[in-house]
């Protein structure tokens, strides 16, 4: 199973770690286009950027989850990342289903996971080394660093993001902590449900957890 306050940590420090940069709104009309950047770089940009948030003394802790959040919205493949948790059932779903499941799950996911400035105490995310896997996606290894055990510059966790491009923007569409996936920690957890209940009781369930986290 993967430490819950860990993944907590790692979607407040890099969830966004995949945006591919900010094009200027000003560019002539008649300009090149910019270069496709690469999924590293891309890291290496948004990482800074979520640690300034995480970092800056003038924001609340409820103006740094919501920057947080947003960036996430825009930057995760939430669609690709609960397809995958599904698995094989993905494929019976009928369209509609496919929708509500996947508004629940992207919910889920950011309730779950997303008050990460609580758990935030000043660690930091260095990129080790990159790889292209061999159905396009990109793998960006990233380590995370801090004090542990009162000890500082530290390990905390080894964190593996899968990142997929679409219309020159790379996504995540999952991430490993220390050799464990999120997408395989869900799908063991739904396995379960759509063996004894189906989609239905899934939504349900996924709807009642995010109902009374609002609460």
Same mark, same amino acid.
């Given at each position: ?5 860990i ?9 966004a770690?995949?945006?591919v940069?900010f ?7 008649d300009?090149?286009p910019p270069?496709a ?15 300034g ?12 989850r ?8 825009d ?31 992207k ?7 997303g ?20 159905d396009?996606?990109?793998? !960006? ?38 050799? !464990? ?7 063991s957890q ?8 189906g ?11 995010n109902a009374?986290?609002?609460?």
């Open positions: 199973m993967i430490d819950r306050k993944v907590a940590l790692v979607f407040g420090l890099a969830i770690a995949v945006f940069g094009p200027s709104l000003a560019r002539a009309a300009a090149d270069p950047q690469t999924a590293r770089a891309a890291i290496d940009k948004v990482i800074h950027d979520a640690l948030i995480l970092r800056d003394p003038k924001l609340s802790l409820d103006e740094k919501l920057k947080i959040k947003q960036i996430a919205y930057n995760i493949s939430f669609e690709v990342m609960g397809r995958l948790s599904l698995g094989r059932f993905w494929r019976g779903l009928t369209d509609a289903q496919r929708t509500e499941y996947s508004e629940e799950f919910q889920h996911v950011t309730n779950t996971y008050h990460t400035t609580d758990d935030y105490n000043n660690e930091d995310v260095t990129v080790s080394g990159d790889r292209q896997e061999t396009g996606d990109w793998t !960006v290894e990233t380590r995370i660093v801090g004090t542990r055990n009162n000890q500082p510059n530290q390990e905390i966790a080894k964190v593996d993001y899968r990142l997929r491009q679409k219309d020159n923007q790379w996504k995540i569409i999952d991430f490993t902590i220390d050799g !464990v996936s999120m997408i395989a920690n869900f799908r739904f396995q379960e449900i759509m063996d004894d209940g989609i239905n009781e899934l939504i349900k369930l996924l709807h009642e957890k009374a986290n609002e609460k």
